[in-house]
């Protein structure tokens, strides 16, 4: 419910929010592979990799306090004569901050053991700090 509450929200300002690994982040660690490729493969699982899912439960977990907290915001804002966008820029850099956080806090499973012999870490989605640094959001009209 919390989804479709902040969708028809979004319309009715007429803009959009995105958050996740856009495309202008690149290439991951100079390859042949995007940075949002490696995020789908992660978000999703594929072949021997499995899903580590980081936007979507986060999403999940907080909706209720992103319709709440927009909710509030947008109100100051009518009374205030503020334009929206900044409303939504607040509201993903909040979701951009959980997304990470979540990422931090180690999403299952765990790392084989031969990963992280070849990394020397145990951290899943955490290697060379790219794609948690990818992780932003857009304000669109």
């Known amino acids: 419910m919390g989804y479709k509450k902040l969708t028809r929200m979004l319309r009715k300002l007429g803009r959009t929010l995105t958050v996740g690994i856009h495309e202008d982040a690149g290439n991951h660690d100079g390859g042949d592979l995007t940075v949002a490729g490696i995020g789908s493969v992660h978000e999703f699982g594929s072949g021997n990799v ?5 936007l979507r439960p986060t999403f999940d977990t907080n909706q209720n306090k992103y319709v709440r907290n927009l909710s509030r915001a ?5 009374d205030k004569k ?3 966008d900044r409303t939504l820029n607040a509201l993903g850099a909040s979701i951009v901050a959980d997304v990470q956080g979540a990422i ?3 999403i299952p499973p765990p790392l084989a053991e031969s990963t992280v012999a070849q990394k020397g ?3 899943p989605l955490i290697d060379s700090g790219q794609l948690i640094n990818s992780i932003t959001h857009k304000v669109r009209k």
């Open 50 to 54: 499995p899903a580590r899912p980081f």
């Open 74 to 78: 947008l109100g100051k804002d009518v």
């Open 82 to 84: 503020r334009q929206p």
């Open 104 to 106: 931090r806090s180690r």
């Open 121 to 123: 870490s145990s951290t």
